[in-house]
C-alpha cells in the first residue's frame, strides 16, 4: 500500500497501529435500545429475590425458549470441521422442512443443572408451563424435597409475556397443580440477554450445536445431551410431542378478578407476581 506517496508494507502498518495503541476490535453490543421505567429497580429486586431463595434453599429456575430450527438439509450458517464439503439446500423453506423444533429450557440455578425441552408444535405459555410441570414431577422435586416455593425467572414477552392473561391463566393452573407458591419476576425489556439462562445453559447448548445438521430430531436430542462444561453443568433433555394450541383466551371473570387469585408487587405489578397455592 501506498503512504504519501510512498510503498510501505502492511507489516510496517500493524507495527505503528500497535504502537500507537490501536488493535483489533469487535463491536460491542451493549447499548440498549430503550431505557425502560424501573429498569434498574427491577435488576436490583431480582437480585434480592435470588439471594433469598438460595438462603432458603428454595429453587431458583431461569427460563427461556430458544430460537427454532428446522428439520432437513439446512445450512445453519456455522463452521464444522471435516475433510469434505458439506452440500445444503441453497434456500432455506419451511416448505421443505421435516419439521420445526423448538427447544424450550430451564436452568437450575442453585444447581447448575439445565432442562431441554424439544418441542414440535407451538411455543405457547401451556408448552412452558407442560415443561415446567414435566421437569418438577421426574427430577427437580427429588432436588427440593418439602419445598412449597419457587421463584421463576423469565423475560417479558413470548410464551412468558408479562402482559398476556394467558400467561397468568396457564401459571396459575401450574401452581395449584404443584401444589406450590410460584413467583414470578420479569426482566425488563431489552435486558433478556441478562437472563441467567442466556450464558449458563443455551451458550454452551449452541455450541453443542455449532455446525450439525439437523436431518431428525434424535440428531437435536443426542447433540444436546452432551452440553456440559468444566464448572458442572449437565443437562437432561426429552422431547414433547404435543400439539398446542394458539389464539387461547381467558375468560372475562379472570380478567376481572385476577387480584384474588394472585399477589402483584406493589411496587413493580407488571413484572412481578406471585400464585400462591392456597
Excluded at 2 to 28: A, C, W
Excluded at 80 to 99: P, W
Excluded at 153 to 164: A, E, V
Aim: aromatic share 12%; with cysteine.
Amino acid at each position: 500500500m501506498q503512504v504519501l506517496g510512498e510503498d510501505i508494507s502492511y507489516y510496517l502498518v500493524r507495527t505503528f497501529l500497535k504502537e500507537l495503541g490501536y488493535s483489533k476490535r469487535r463491536y460491542s453490543k451493549e447499548q440498549c435500545l430503550s431505557n425502560p421505567e424501573n429498569r434498574d429497580a427491577q435488576f436490583n429486586k431480582i437480585a434480592r429475590l435470588k439471594e433469598a431463595f438460595f438462603r432458603a434453599g428454595l429453587p431458583v429456575l431461569s427460563i427461556d425458549t430458544k430460537q427454532k430450527e428446522m428439520l432437513g438439509n439446512f445450512d445453519r450458517k456455522e463452521s464444522y470441521y471435516g475433510k469434505y464439503k458439506r452440500r445444503t439446500l441453497d434456500h432455506d423453506f419451511l416448505s421443505h422442512a421435516q419439521g420445526i423444533v423448538i427447544p424450550h429450557g430451564i436452568y437450575d440455578c442453585f444447581n447448575n443443572k439445565g432442562y431441554i425441552t424439544l418441542g414440535t408444535s407451538k411455543d405457547t405459555s401451556e408448552f412452558v408451563c407442560d415443561n415446567i410441570l414435566y421437569y418438577w414431577q421426574n427430577s427437580l422435586q427429588w432436588l427440593y424435597p418439602n419445598t412449597e416455593s419457587m421463584l421463576i425467572l423469565c423475560d417479558g414477552g413470548g410464551s412468558n409475556s408479562c402482559l398476556h392473561h394467558i400467561v397468568k391463566h396457564d401459571l396459575l393452573k401450574l401452581s395449584k397443580v404443584l401444589d406450590m407458591n410460584i413467583l414470578v419476576a420479569h426482566y425488563p425489556a431489552y435486558c433478556s440477554k441478562w437472563n441467567p439462562i442466556e450464558h449458563k445453559l443455551f451458550s454452551y447448548l449452541h455450541k453443542s450445536w455449532e455446525g450439525s445438521i439437523f436431518h431428525n430430531i434424535q440428531i437435536v436430542k443426542e447433540l444436546a445431551l452432551d452440553t456440559s462444561t468444566k464448572t458442572g453443568l449437565s443437562v437432561e433433555v426429552r422431547i414433547n410431542e404435543k400439539t398446542y394450541e394458539t389464539g387461547r383466551k381467558v375468560s372475562d371473570d379472570f380478567k376481572e378478578n385476577m387480584n384474588d387469585f394472585i399477589i402483584f408487587d406493589d411496587l413493580i405489578p407488571k413484572w412481578n407476581y406471585l400464585f400462591s397455592k392456597n
